[in-house]
């Protein structure tokens, strides 16, 4: 069973930035593709950018495009989110996403890590 604890969340102004991390243990996340999720209150919970395993194309919604950077630590077992240029509209539960399995058929989801933006 793979487990994901997401970190490095918190209060920033608006311009500023956030490094997020999703570390796993019961995996090594370099076999697979790892997704970033944000949940706004009242919203839906979407997908803002997405690695694929071992190293190949990256993937960002457009609407942190250019400010967000997805990238992996092999040797840490993790995966970051670089946060920058934060806007109010960032303000989020933050989740990392992977799944897993010879035919990818288990799901796991980290339990979240609150940024909040002000202006």
């Known amino acids: 069973h793979v487990q994901l604890v997401e970190s490095g969340g918190g209060l920033v102004q608006a311009g500023g930035s956030l490094r997020l991390s999703c570390a796993a243990s019961?995996?090594?996340?370099?076999?697979?593709?790892i997704a970033w999720y944000r949940q706004a209150p009242g919203q839906e919970r979407e997908e803002i950018s997405c690695?694929?395993?071992?190293?190949?194309?990256?993937h960002y919604v457009d609407s942190v495009k250019g400010r967000f950077t997805i990238s992996r630590d092999n040797a840490e077992n993790t995966v970051a989110l670089q946060m920058d240029s934060l806007k109010p509209e960032d303000t989020a539960v933050y989740y990392c996403?992977?799944?897993?399995?010879?035919?990818?058929?288990?799901?796991?989801w980290g339990q979240g890590t609150q940024v909040t933006v002000s202006s």
């Open positions: 996403y992977v799944q897993y399995g010879s035919t990818y058929q288990y799901k796991s």
């Open positions: 019961g995996a090594t996340l370099e076999r697979y593709a």
């Open positions: 690695i694929s395993r071992r190293d190949g194309p990256i």
